[in-house]
Nanobody, 125 residues
Framework: QVQLVESGGGLVQAGGSLRLSCAAS????????MGWFRQAPGKEREFVAA????????YYAGSVKGRFTISRDNAKNTVYLQMNSLNPEDTAVYYC??????????????????WGQGTLVTVSS
């Protein structure tokens, strides 16, 4: 099983950009589909983006489509979330998650196998 560590969060002005990284330990990273989720204050955690094990398939929540890009580098055991045109509604703790099944990452019907500890993104107006 992999372990996940997110980084790259911080404070940014509206309209700005950030790139989040999620580094995975272990040798089995390429066996996992990966996803990014976020939880804003007082709200439930929500799906943001997912990427298949090879990186060939991606899927986005409607609220971020066209602004965020998920990618992965299996040689570096890392998944990224490039976030552009940020607005205050994007303020949240962002979590990466791993699961063998891509469809489960997109629409969890059970608990995903591995979660990171989260990184805070704050967008000021």
């Amino acid at each position: 099983q992999v372990q996940l560590v997110e980084s790259g969060g911080g404070l940014v002005q509206a309209g700005g950009s950030l790139r989040l990284s999620c580094a995975a330990s272990g040798r089995t990273f390429s066996r996992y589909a990966m996803g990014w989720f976020r939880q804003a204050p007082g709200k439930e955690r929500e799906f943001v983006a997912a990427i298949s094990r090879s990186g060939g398939v991606t899927y986005y929540a409607g609220s971020v489509k066209g602004r965020f890009t998920i990618s992965r580098d299996n040689a570096k055991n890392t998944v990224y979330l490039q976030m552009n045109s940020l607005n205050p509604e994007d303020t949240a703790v962002y979590y990466c998650a791993a699961d063998p099944e891509f469809n489960t990452v997109v629409q969890p019907s059970r608990s995903l196998e591995v979660w990171g500890q989260g990184t805070l993104v704050t967008v000021s107006s």
